[in-house]
């Protein structure tokens, strides 16, 4: 449909980075794609941050979204776990700015509330929902898909859209 806006949500991480995109059509949302970009313990840090960015930028030319959607880092609970996904946080933020395209960012709070009305959500209950209101009939295998789409549809929930 012409008038069908793109969101692709992305949840940071260095090991696995979550990705989804969905279509926004008024109150309706469609599935569009999801998966996981996936980097392994056995690259240096920067060859995973280099990783995350050649993919990042081959979803953004695959997909052509109106919005990004990132979540925000909120956890610190292992200093260095952080910090390698503040860096790929930034990395993913870079890309998406320098190929164009606007960003918005949620923290999990925000995306747990926009997705079942309750901020201090189980994880396993924002899947159920997500899938409920994408209507896939399977469980999303990946929580890191699971939680990119879950974003997307926060986005899409707050009206972050840019106007047309």
């Not at 776990?81 to 918005?104: F, K, M």
């Not at 959500?121 to 896939?136: C, N």
Request: proline residues 5%; glycine residues 8%.
């Amino acid at each position: 449909m012409p008038n069908d806006r793109i969101i692709l949500g992305i949840d940071p991480g260095y090991g696995r980075v979550g990705y989804g995109a969905i279509s926004v059509s008024g109150p309706n949302l469609a599935l569009i794609t999801y998966g996981c970009i996936t980097t392994t313990k056995a690259w240096t840090q920067p060859r995973r941050l280099q990783e995350i960015a050649k993919t990042i930028r081959r979803l953004l030319k695959t997909i052509h979204p109106d919005l990004v959607a990132v979540e925000k880092l909120f956890f610190a609970k292992n200093a260095r776990t952080a910090l390698g996904v503040s860096e790929a946080r930034g990395v993913i933020t870079c890309t998406v700015q320098e190929a164009g395209y606007p960003t918005v960012e949620f923290t999990p709070a925000e995306i747990k509330l926009a997705v079942t009305g309750h901020g201090r959500a189980e994880k396993r209950q924002v899947q159920l929902l997500v899938e409920r209101l994408l209507k896939i009939k399977e469980s999303i295998a990946s929580d890191d898909a699971a939680d990119a789409l879950g974003i997307a549809i926060c986005a899409a929930q707050v009206r972050a859209l840019p106007k047309q």
